[in-house]
């Protein structure tokens, strides 16, 4: 199958790894590349070195500002499938045609810190696809919580003033545990729902593969016959929805700040595509009102029990980018990028979004011709009356670029919609020039407290943890009363709980919304858990018995697990055995298990720490020791949960521990 976006892009690409000569941008040859030009060997540089000014301007330009929001993200390449024809609800052709394969490109981001801050930070994660259509691109600018903090998209710039790093020390980075993010949120009880999600493990993901996306906002689809329904984009992982823990998240923050871009980078090189199904939550209009939510509200969810997502096709990433900057850091997302049969709704937050993202490029990419840049380009024909401006790439031939034009037979020529031409949905509309907010929008804790409700105990221990140490970081005593006011509202043992623990005031009325509504679409407990593509640390002290270490890797590559061996030095065991990390360049929190094999009598502190870490993180522990009493000072008991004497049980139940991921009843 041809990926019309790959095949457009090698037009663009050049090979600089081929033997070529170097050249200045005028293409003329360089014969020396080391010295500047200058008057005498110990003289002074000549103004007339064209190739050293040359060199010099262009990299005194190379950095761009980055993106106000989203700035530290990564990128891949990859295909949409559709399984079956959405002909009765949409007259877009990559939603009806299935023979189609549609190229997409993929940017995950975290929100809060810049480019260059740590991926494992707790933080909402960007999910945004540009689906490269045959009608043009659809971008899907979706995140990984299905809601959002704010209802009305004129709250962003504060919001995000409140969120980032602050003015005056510009701290902290690549985090929300601050003053003035909590002072935002305690006076804004509509980000009740969102802070939940925030706060809860969805917040740090083990690995982008494995992180559900969200479009958050009600769109509308549009039939050939011009009916409408509402819709709610997910994507589903087929690994599963799987998080870090906080302590190992922090680790990994110092360890790797790359961890997660590593991760998706290796694995798509590896051929281990991450892949996610696209579900649609779809309600007909005439059913806009039958919620106790309003649909419009992007502070609300669908429960999934209510509305059932409805599986329609698959994403699968498999291609890298061949440079960060042209690609990853060029690609622009656009909400108001959307192709026939797919329409906006009323949402407040996603009107103003069609404002913000075009306007956006106009600084961070420079011009009005960002279109233009590969990564952006449709791989349909694109032409209109638009003319000039900064970077022009175009040569547009003929003598008119203006409609309706005599001269050119008024060429390009708006297409009817029969034949593909863009029609907005005519929604009848009428209303008072206002300002103000629909009383529908106004319960703010119900969802909070579902999410709340829906969690497992682990998660929802995790949940207050989080919010202990973010409001346990904060430095104002108001804003950590007024947080948990909020929580208030929303549970009472939860604020009870992290008042106590940040010495916070407890309001005296218990204020909490009553429901036991859960939603178990909402629990990362209920998701799908196995062992493919994870990784297992193998911690050799001593020898190792080669035949059996031979025998556990088959059996991990088995299951599409990767390994890595380490030990105090790297070196060559056998043909097949490899010692890749030392105690010094790899640390548990990098792994998903680790086996500790050791022939000593003591096992060093080093490895104990490796293995108690690992533990402590409930992930699962083999331990093949040839002596017990090696254990003697280690935490790590052999009959806890999830810990594997490989010495008495063969590999395969660590690989079942490796499917399950963590062994919360240690904690419990
Ligand atoms: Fe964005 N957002 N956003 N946002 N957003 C940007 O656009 C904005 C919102 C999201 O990988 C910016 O090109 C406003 C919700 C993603 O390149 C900017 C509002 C959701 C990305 C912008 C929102 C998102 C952005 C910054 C409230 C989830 C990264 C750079 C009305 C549905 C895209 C850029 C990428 C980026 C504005 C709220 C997702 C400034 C005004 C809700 C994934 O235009």
Redesign the pocket.
Known sequence: MVNKKAVQLENFSIDNEKTAPLTTNQGLKVSEDEFSLKAGLRGPTLIEDFHFREKMTHFDHERIPE????AR?VGAHGIFQLYESLVEYTRADFLTDISKTTPVFV?F?TVQGSRGSSDTVRDVR???TKFYTDEGNFDL???NIPV?FIQD?IK?PDFVHALKPEPHTEIPQGASAHDTFWDFIGQNHESAHMVMWAMSDRAIPRSLRMMEGF???TFRLINADGEAHFVKFHWKPLLGVHSLVWDEAQRIAGKNPDFHRQDLYEAIEKGDFPEWELGLQIIPEKDEFKFDFDILD?TKLWPEEEVPVKIVGKMTLNRNVHNFFAETEQ???HPGHVVPGIDFSNDP?LQ??LF??TD??LS?LGGPNFHQIPINQPVCPFHNNQRDGIHQMTIHQGQTSYHRNGLNANQPEPEPVELGGYESYQEKVEGRKIRGRSESFLDFYSQAKLFYNSLAPFEQQHLKDALSFELGKCRSDMVKNNAVALLNHIDRQVAEEVAGNIGAELPEENLEVKSDKKSPALSMANTVNQPATKCAAILLDGDPDDEKLTDWIRTLAQFNINYSIVSKKIYTISPVLKVTDTFDTADSSLFDAAILVSTSTEVEPSILEFIETTFKHFKPVGVAVKELQALARCRVKLDSPGVYDLTKVDINPFIEGMAKGRFWERSL
Request: glycine share 16%; hydrophobic share 40%; proline share 3%.
């Open positions: 993106r106000v929001v989203h993200g940017r981001s960007g999910f945004a600018v979706g995140n959002f998209a962003f479009g958050v906002h992007p690609v622009a997302f937050l103003g979004r913000s993202y956006t490029q961070r």
